[in-house]
Structure formats: C-alpha cells, structure tokens
C-alpha cells in the first residue's frame, strides 16, 4: 500500500511545474491528510420548499464526512487526496427530513508527467432514498448499520478509494471493496431501502451488483486492465505513445473476453461510461492496424456507442 501511495506521489510532483508550489504544498497539509478531495453539489429545484436552507447543510455536513474521515490505515499527503464530485439531484421530498434523489459520483486520477487527471468513475445511483435532519452529525461503524445516508457516502468513498488503489497496483483495491460489500450487506439486513438488494433494479444498476461485479473472479481481467490501462498506458503515453496505446488495446480485449462471459456486467458499462471520450481521444491517432483493432474491440463492448467510436478509424 506504501508503494501505492509513493507512486501516487511521485506523479503528482512530476506533474507541478513549479517545485518551489509542491513544497509549499506539502508542508502546508498535515501527514496524515485523509484520502479523499470530494465536491458535493445538491441539486434541489425541483422540490416545492421555501425551506432551502437544509439542501446547503446537507452539502456541508456531506462533504465533510468524505472529508474529514480516514478509511485507510494509510497516509496520505494532502495533495495526494483523490478528487471527487457527487452531484445530487433531489427528486422528491415526500415528507419533512425524508428524500429521494438521483446522484451522479465521480472521481478522477493524475496521469504522470501532465496536468491531465484521468476520469475513473462516472456512475448514476437513482436509487437514493435517506433521511436527513439539518445539522444532524452522520455516524458511521463499517460493521454495523447506522444510516442509509451514512452508508451510501461510505460505500462511495471505499468504491473510489478502491478503484484508485486498482490503478496504481494490480488488484490494490480489493481491501476496500470488501468493506463496500460489508456496507451492502449490513444495509441489506438493516433497511428496504432500494440499491442494495440483486433484485432492487433493472438491468443489475446498482451499488449491489457494482461491488459484486468487482469482486467477482470473472470480472478479475477487467480489475487488471484498469491497472494496465493506467500504469502501462496512460502514465506512460508521453515516454511512447505508441507502446501505450499498444498495452491500453490489450486492456480492452481483455475487457471483451470477459464481456462474453458477463455480458450485463456493471463493471464493464461504467468502465465505459467514464473513458469512451478519452478513448477516442487515444486511438484518433497512431498505427492504423491498432486503431482498427480497438475499434473493433470498442464496438464489441459497446456497441450503443459505434458512431462515436467511428471517428477512430475515419483518418
């Protein structure tokens, strides 16, 4: 986990065009920063309230329980937090301190020697139901279940801890989403709230089939893609760029041969949904032989998207 984070590091530093910024930097944030730089937006408009003064709470006492809580055992230099967004529609608010909402989660990861971070999950949860009283403080116990609010930011900050990890070290998240599928199963046992449950929501969208899906044998050649999409591709596309998309096509081969296997596979679509424009991106250019390839590999996977892969292969 130390070699994680010192890789973790080094990017970032690499990535400074000022050394004298880094250093002021580091001194600037404690030793043991916690892990994650989470924006929380919550989106009220279409709630019939005058009463909106709880929505700011609510992303105020959100983001400071991302924030300000450790959930590694590791240590983290305060610019090597993870940045992060949730964007939190609210629905409906069918009584006084309950709501219902649509959240968007995302966070991204640096990419060595550029000032480029990388999107490493872009996923929509529309099953938020949760309780909310204003300036009520979000008690947390991974092994028990305190609330569906407490939980649901939980099982998120462990999923993008997780798929960081994963980035920087083969398999390196699995610690993290085993305590993700603690939360699903202490929720599960506790609550009726959808999201949870295998038989909650269509097309297996949710966070029970997200975390089971990463821990699945099956789904593995996707997990050790991310770490070759990341390590051997992207963090070395400025050394060769040609190499890197080389080791980045082998990530999605790798992806569709376990799509034949899984073919529903959540992994697989937000993998998708948080690097189909980046991928364009790397395969616009280069060996032709390689594009074709990962065009084709593309709209094996995500066959919804062929005309955005098309542009690929029109130079």
Known sequence: MHRILLTRLLLIFMNKLFIILAALLVITFPANSQELNANVVVNYQTVQTTETRIFRDMETSFAQFLNNRKWTDNTFKGEERINCNLVITIDQMPSVGNFSATVQIQSSRPVYSTSYESLMLNFADRDWQFQYVESQPLEFNENSFSSNISSLLAFYAYIII???????????????????????????????????????????????????????????????????????????????????????????????????????SILIIAFLDAKHNELVSIFSKGNPQIRQEAYNALVAIDPTQTDKYSVIIQN
């Open 162 to 264: 997780g798929l960081d990890y994963d980035s920087f070290s083969e398999m390196g998240g699995t610690p993290y989403f085993e305590k993700a599928q603690m939360i699903v199963n202490n929720a599960q046992q506790a609550t009726g709230n959808p999201g949870w449950d295998q038989f909650g929501s269509n097309r297996r969208r949710n966070r029970y089939w997200l975390v089971e899906n990463l821990i699945n044998q099956q789904l593995q050649p996707v997990r050790e893609g991310i770490y070759t999409y990341h390590r051997k591709g992207l963090d070395m596309f400025i050394a060769n760029e040609e190499v890197s998309r080389a080791n980045i096509l082998s990530t999605l081969k790798a992806i569709e041969e376990a799509r034949k296997v899984q073919p529903q």
